[in-house]
C-alpha cells in the first residue's frame, strides 16, 4: 500500500471521530501554548535586562572607594579617589576610551515661580556623555575649561525641560541652585525609565569642581565615584586590570594588601542577570513541557482505545491485502497529525498569550517597557517536540494495532 493512500486512510479515521481527536488535540495545544509564552516572555525579560544595562553606558567601568577596617571589621568607605586618579586612569590605561569622576549633590532647582527637585543631581567631568553613551538635544555639554574654571553651567534632563520650562526654550535660562546662579548651556536627549521605574532624564549634571566649591562648599579633592568606558566589551578585562594596577601603584596599595578601591563592570552585573532570567526561562519552559507530556499520554490513551475500538477493522485491512507496515505506519500517521495539528494551534495561542502577557505587564507596570518578543526558535523547537511526542506516545499503539492476528482480529466484537 502506497504511502499516500496510507495518510488517506489515516485522515478519514480521525475525521469519523472528530469530538475524540479534538480532546486528543488540546493536551497539545495547551503544551505547546505554555512552552511558546513562556520562552517568549522569558525573552521579553532578558531583552529587558540587556537593554538597561546598555543605557548604563558603553563597556562601563565603575570604581569605587574601598572600605576602611579597623580590627579586621569593616568600619566605613574611605574617600580614596580622587580627580587626579580619573585624569591618569583615561590617559595612562590603554585599554580604557574614557572616564569621568562622579559627585553626588542634592537642591531644588528654582526658575521664576516654578521649582523642582530632580531625582538625580550630579557634578561630572567633560567625558561624561562618552563614557555613557549619552547624546545631546540641545546646545552643547560643558567643555574642560568650565571643570577647571568651577563655572556655573549645568546641562538638564527632558524631565527637568518639562517640569520647569514648558514651552520656553532652556538655553542660556538661568536657573538656581541652593540661591547659585546656574546657566542653562546643553539638554539631554531622553533615556526613559529604568527597570525600576526610575526616571533617568530627571537630572542635572554640573562640573564636578562646581558640585565640590560651589554647592558643597567642600575642600575636599576627592570624587565619590569613578566611571570609565573600555574601548571594546574584549577589552573590559583588560582594561579593569590596568586600572587596578595604575591606583594600586599610585595608592602605594603594597603585594597582599587590601586595596583602598573596589572595580567592577556593569558586563559582570549583567552577565548576572542573564544567567538568572535564563534560567527563569528554561524554569519556565521545563514546567510548561510537563503539560506536553500530559498531552502525549493522552494521544497513547486514546490511541490505544482506538486500536481496540478498530481491531475488526484492522483484520479486515490485513484480510484484503495490508501488512503489519501498513498497519503500523497509518497508526503513527494518525498520532503525528494530532500531534503537528495541536502543535500548529498551540505556537498561535502562545504567540498571542505572550503579546498580551507582556502588555498586561507593561499596564500593570511603572517600569520601562517590555519589549514584545516572539521566539520563532521556541515556536520551531515546540512544533518538532509535538511531532517527536506524536511518533515516540504512539508507536506503541501503532505497534500493537499492527501485531494483531488477522484472525482474531477479525473475529473480535
Given at each position: 500500500?502506497?504511502?499516500?493512500i ?14 475524540r ?20 516572555v ?62 553626588g ?8 515661580n ?99 566649591k ?6 575636599f ?23 587596578k ?28 542577570f ?25 494521544i ?8 481496540t ?73 515546540a ?31
Amino acid at each position: 500500500m502506497s504511502l499516500l493512500i496510507t495518510i488517506r486512510v489515516a485522515l478519514r479515521a480521525l475525521a469519523k471521530n472528530k469530538m475524540r481527536a479534538s480532546l486528543t488535540v488540546l493536551g497539545v495545544v495547551i503544551g505547546i501554548a505554555a512552552v511558546t509564552a513562556m520562552v517568549s516572555v522569558g525573552m521579553s525579560a532578558s531583552q529587558l535586562v540587556q537593554s538597561e544595562f546598555e543605557s548604563l553606558g558603553t563597556n562601563v567601568i565603575l570604581v569605587f572607594p574601598g572600605n576602611e577596617r579597623s580590627r579586621g571589621a569593616r568600619s566605613g568607605q574611605v574617600l580614596t579617589l580622587t580627580p587626579t586618579d580619573c585624569n591618569a586612569i583615561a590617559e595612562e590605561c590603554e585599554s580604557v576610551l574614557a572616564a569621568s569622576p562622579l559627585v553626588g549633590a542634592q537642591g531644588q532647582l528654582i526658575f521664576g515661580n516654578n521649582n523642582w527637585s530632580p531625582r538625580s543631581m550630579l557634578g561630572v567631568g567633560s567625558d561624561y556623555l562618552t563614557v555613557r553613551n549619552w547624546q545631546m538635544r540641545l546646545g552643547e555639554f560643558f567643555a574642560e575649561r568650565d571643570v577647571a574654571n568651577a563655572n556655573k553651567v549645568c546641562v538638564v534632563g527632558q524631565t527637568v525641560v518639562k517640569q520647569l520650562f514648558q514651552t520656553t526654550n532652556p538655553i542660556g535660562q538661568t536657573i538656581r541652585i541652593k540661591n547659585i546662579p546656574f546657566e542653562i548651556i546643553g539638554v539631554l536627549d531622553t533615556k526613559g525609565v529604568n527597570i525600576v521605574g526610575e526616571d533617568q532624564d530627571d537630572l542635572v549634571l554640573m562640573p564636578y569642581t562646581t558640585v565640590r566649591k560651589r554647592i558643597q562648599r567642600s575642600n575636599f579633592n576627592n570624587v565619590d565615584v569613578i566611571m570609565a568606558s573600555a574601548k571594546s566589551t574584549s577589552r573590559m578585562k583588560m582594561a579593569e586590570l590596568e586600572i587596578k594596577s595604575l591606583l594600586s601603584d599610585r595608592h602605594k596599595i603594597a603585594p597582599g594588601q587590601p586595596a583602598d578601591f573596589n572595580v567592577g563592570n556593569s558586563n559582570e552585573i549583567a552577565g548576572v542577570f542573564a544567567i538568572i532570567t535564563g534560567t527563569l526561562t528554561l524554569m519556565l519552559a521545563a514546567i510548561a513541557g510537563i503539560s506536553l507530556l500530559v498531552g502525549g499520554v493522552g494521544i497513547m490513551n486514546i490511541m490505544l482505545v482506538s486500536v481496540t475500538e478498530r481491531t475488526r477493522e484492522i483484520g479486515i485491512r490485513m484480510a484484503v491485502g495490508a501488512t503489519p507496515k501498513d498497519i503500523l505506519r497509518q497508526f503513527l500517521i494518525e498520532s503525528v497529525v494530532l500531534s503537528v495539528i495541536g502543535g500548529t494551534i498551540g505556537i498561535i495561542l502562545g504567540i498571542l498569550s505572550s503579546v498580551a502577557l507582556t502588555t498586561l505587564i507593561n499596564n500593570i507596570s511603572s517600569g520601562k517597557e517590555w519589549p514584545v518578543v516572539v521566539s520563532g526558535t521556541a515556536a520551531i523547537v515546540a512544533l518538532c517536540f509535538s511531532a517527536a511526542v506524536g511518533i515516540g506516545f504512539g508507536y506503541y499503539p501503532a505497534w500493537r494495532a499492527s501485531r494483531l492476528d488477522p484472525i482474531d482480529a477479525l473475529r473480535y466484537e
